[in-house]
């Protein structure tokens, strides 16, 4: 778990195990398994795309994302990371400390972090490509999937 700014973090699920009770704290789940498929009940594949819930869960202080890692850009949508960017400012309004995670804190919750630097001019923001060469400075780890191309195709939407 890195704090990439003041009280956001970024890591992992063994990260939220740790610090789930701990009442200071909101957490952004990016990840469908198992926290969206936990907060929802539902068994199978998938939630039904009609869902009221299908793409985002808000649960007392977590939101939980139906993301999945991919290779391929077309499982993510412009409404992820608008809602992860309005929760983790919700939090950081409150003067609570965020934790944005996914399954293994390499590409899903990392991606969202740099994209919350990026929007808040807190890392380059020109491209893409110039947000991540400074990211990594801050999140070694980082080693986005499919999520890289779909920031990257619509970094112009996020960054205004």
Known sequence: MIEINKNVFVGNSNDYEWNKFESDFYFLQAC??????????????SISDTHPE?????????????IVDTDSDKYFSNILFEKSLDFIEYSQKKGNKILIH???????????GLLYLAVNNKISNHSFLDAEKDFVELYPDYAPKGIKSFLANNWQYFIK
């Open 102 to 112: 996914c399954n293994q804190g390499l590409s899903r919750s990392p991606s969202i």
């Open 32 to 45: 469908k398994e198992p926290y969206h498929r936990q907060a929802l009940g539902y068994k199978g594949r």
């Open 54 to 66: 299908y793409l985002f869960a808000y649960r007392g202080n977590r939101l939980i994302l139906n």
